[in-house]
């Protein structure tokens, strides 16, 4: 056979096996990628990665790490689950929807809401998802096609211990509601840690994810939008007792922390460090710092195990290169640094949340795929996860929505970003970050200014130093100049409930009544 006709009849070939080779490298020129939009409830920075502990065992998030871009400087819209579940899912901002708080019914106060699983939906996306994406019983089916365990019950049941083994059970009282810590006023009732002697199945994030899993190996004929809520390590720490043997009890090391840390902080600051009953107190009165540390970890541990199972997963579905994947935590906790427990605070240990996000490459907006394996120092926050996945997959740009596509970051991570993140609590607190610093501003007008260059741990206040007032101004000038007012929805609040304050009067108000919480409820939220 001559040379030219050779040529001719090879030339066919050639192209069919480097379409094909362009196929499996990439997404198709008209194909839109999956998603796979994984939340982790209450996760701080304790992760590998982010080196948060030197205890942390997380091999997966660290797999994820090293094929994704790793943002290290990630805020939450707000420090409780409702409020920055509302923001990442809705796009709306805190000051723009006036959803501040967990007493809030996010729905009522934006009835004309489309999330981001709608937006999605709308642009020609399966939508379906399982586990904690929003928050508890404030589901929302316009956002999903199918959900488990169902649209109107979007959590899986929970594994209890048997409380009958309690470590508080007495005669009088044989099955304490607690395992390990003892209740005390205002506390929350599910402030506890404890072993499971169960296996990993019958845990409700097994099975949300053997769900999710499900879904992403089903012929179908659209893009999917497939959300994982991992529900730990939210409270109660009760996992399989394998995670908690891989922390011995006696050599758990405790958070850091400063003597005399609150005390160059306003009163509304300490206010904060010991609402609901002032926990840390109670904690050390009772001998469980150790305790709650080692469940807290153990939590995370099997979180990361959850979430391996997700990576192989999608890895074996043949899906890996034609999904985008975000993982994201609501925001972050603290176990004892300021004499504070739990969220509902705006110190960098509660306000920074673990963000990283793989791209694939040939997605619409981003055709070389994100810079997998970089970290990215910028201050980004949650908000800007909705218009980024608008942008990257290619849909038409949400005009509607709040934040900023961090496209150019997953493209270069050290490109220039004028943005800074924006976090509040309740109405009227807001903290910016910027790479630098952190500045807060409370309720009552006291104010907060952290160099994380030189004091990442946020000891030393330098808001009265004059040397940082034109930092100080900077970064206050961010703060919106009239939010939107805080919405009072059908949610009744219990007797143990903090109300958010909606007003500096109110909170005035409350001063003038002995701190007591009770009266505000009865009078503004009964």
Known sequence: MNGPLMKNRLQPFLICLFVLASCASSIGQDQRPNVLFVSVDDLNDWIEPLKGHPQAITPNFTRFR??????????????????????????????????????????????????????????????????????????????????????????????????????????????????????????????????????????????????????????RDKPLFLACGIYRPHLPWYVPRKYFDMFPLDDVVLPKRMENDLDDVGSRAKDIAFRGGGYHQHVIEAGQWKRAVQGYLASIAFADAMFGRLLDGLDASGQRENTVVVLWSDHGWQLGEKQHWRKFALWDNVVRSVLMIHVPKGAHGLRDGSADGQWCHR?????????????????????????????????????????????????????????????????????????????????????????????????????PASPAPLVKTSEKLQPHHIPPFRSRAEYDEWLQHGKDNQYLLNKHWQ
């Open 66 to 219: 090293q094929r994704s871009v790793c943002f290290t400087n990630a805020s939450c819209p707000s420090p409780g689950c409702n409020p920055s579940r509302t923001a990442i899912m809705t796009g709306l901002a805190p000051y723009t929807s006036g959803v501040y708080s967990n007493y809030q019914d996010w729905r009522e106060a934006i009835p004309n809401r489309r999330t981001i699983g709608a937006y999605f939906r709308q642009h020609g996306y399966f939508s379906s998802g399982a586990g904690k994406i929003f928050h508890y019983h404030m589901v929302d089916p316009q956002c999903w096609d199918e959900y488990w365990p169902s649209q109107q019950q979007n959590m899986p049941e929970e594994a209890f211990p048997d409380f009958s083994k309690s470590t508080l059970a007495t005669a009088e009282n044989p099955t304490p509601k607690t395992m390990n810590m003892p209740a005390f006023h205002q506390m929350y009732g599910m402030f506890d840690w404890s072993a499971l002697d169960i296996p990993d199945e019958q845990m409700g994030d097994f099975k949300s994810v053997d769900y999710v899993l499900r879904q992403l190996n089903e012929p």
């Open 379 to 479: 201050p980004v926050s949650l908000q800007d996860i909705y218009p980024t996945l608008v942008d990257v997959c290619g849909l038409p740009v949400n005009n509607e929505i709040d934040g900023h596509s961090l496209a150019p970051l997953l493209k270069k991570p050290d490109a220039k970003w004028d943005h800074v993140a924006l976090t509040t609590y309740d109405f009227g607190e807001f903290s910016v970050r910027s790479q630098r610093f952190r500045y807060t501003r409370y309720i009552d007008g006291s104010e907060e200014l952290y160099d994380h260059q030189s004091d990442a741990e946020e000891w030393h206040n330098l808001a009265q130093d004059p040397k940082f007032d034109s930092i100080k101004n900077e970064l206050a000038a961010k703060i």
